[in-house]
């Protein structure tokens, strides 16, 4: 169902946020995490080689430490960062090097590491044909392997009771849902559906790049004519998910998947601030620019257009907006003026609530 409602110019002035700091990337970004320890974690490519962690002070993105990593973006759940390895997951906390998990073959260069409300990690690798999903314990136990019929295809969701949901892609494409304590697989069908965020009501997907729901256990509640693509959605605190398509962004109400606004804007992966707005980097009035933009009852720029190409969802912290920068001159880009993240969406990114991919 669709419901478009008429726009309306709010009276509040967005905020103006000011550029007060950058730093050079040797290679693509691929990742952002607030650390444990108070440092902005960057995952990027060095150069034609992939990948390299990189640990940066906020307020000046001085560089603190770095080390090697495999694809994927970092993960961040109590005192510890998890990243992929080229065979595995590390976990570490600040320069310290707390353990390495390694699993047949190499992991999946199109997923990252997910951890459960009860603090297992979950990771995937592939070996020829043949894929496994791990979970470990925060100390660096194996707990189980499980192996399914192929590769897992984008990033491995995790609900509140830690029930994850996967795609597999191998001599068809299946969606999983498995138990994350145990690993045991709870139901597989064939379908292309890719899941990009678990609630309390069910799992909504990208199905065909429009939004659907499931519910929990593969049934379909709603589908929707909302675009999404790989930037996935992001959810306001009243139950209302902002869906973001390669020529558009959408709001729908998820407990029925109507469509009551839609915008012609090229957006990146959103972020909901704790000022009940959405957080974006969309394209800019001038050609080949993009702006920082502040999206509540109409997108709304904040910043002075630069230039690049930006595919991840600014991160919120400490006052500050930080967007990494892809396309010819990688960089982080820091400004100030912005709200932290909301604490009251139950699906504040593309991820998740802060940096695990799961709610809390």
Do not use: K
Not at 4 to 19: F, K, N, R
Not at 254 to 267: D, W
């Amino acid at each position: 169902m669709r419901i478009l409602l008429p726009i309306l110019l709010a009276g509040c002035a967005a905020p103006e946020v000011v550029l007060y700091t950058f730093a050079p990337l040797p290679g693509s970004p691929r990742g952002i995490a607030s650390g444990p320890d108070g440092n902005l974690l960057v995952q990027h490519e060095e150069g034609a080689a992939c990948c390299r962690v990189t640990a940066f002070v906020p307020s000046a993105s001085t560089e603190v430490f770095g080390r090697s990593a495999g694809p994927g973006r970092p993960m961040v759940s109590d005192d510890r960062a998890y990243t992929l390895s080229a065979t595995g997951v590390v976990a570490s906390r600040g320069q310290e090097e707390l353990w390495t998990a390694d699993g047949e073959g190499e992991v999946v260069a199109s997923g990252s590491a997910a951890v459960t409300p009860t603090g297992t990690v979950i990771f995937a690798t592939v070996d020829g044909s043949s894929g496994q999903v791990h979970g470990y314990t925060r100390l660096g136990q194996r707990l189980w392997t499980t192996e399914v019929s192929g590769s897992v295809v984008g990033a491995i969701r995790s609900g509140a009771d830690s029930t994850l949901y996967l795609s597999v892609q191998g001599s068809q494409t299946l969606l999983l849902s498995m138990a994350g304590e145990s690993g045991a697989v709870l139901w597989s069908e064939a379908s292309s559906d890719r899941p990009l965020a678990v609630l309390d009501e069910g799992v909504l997907v990208d199905r065909d790049g429009r939004l659907a729901m499931l519910a929990p256990s593969g049934l379909t509640i709603w589908e929707s004519d909302a675009a999404v693509g790989q930037a996935g959605i992001a959810l306001t605190h009243d139950g209302v998910a902002w869906a973001v398509g390669p020529q558009s962004i959408t709001r729908v109400e998820v407990a029925t998947g109507t469509v009551f606004q839609e915008l012609g804007r090229v957006c990146s992966p959103m972020t909901y601030g704790a000022d009940n707005a959405m957080w974006a980097v969309c394209d800019a009035s001038v050609e080949d620019q993009v702006e920082l933009t502040r999206i509540g009852a109409l997108p709304t720029a904040v910043s002075e257009p630069f230039g690049g190409e930006v595919s991840l969802a600014p991160l919120l912290l400490n006052g500050s907006a930080f967007v990494l920068v892809g396309g010819d001159s990688p960089r982080l880009l820091g400004f100030s003026g912005a709200p932290p993240q909301s604490t009251s969406s139950p699906w504040s990114t593309a991820f998740g609530v802060a940096n695990t991919g799961r709610p809390d």
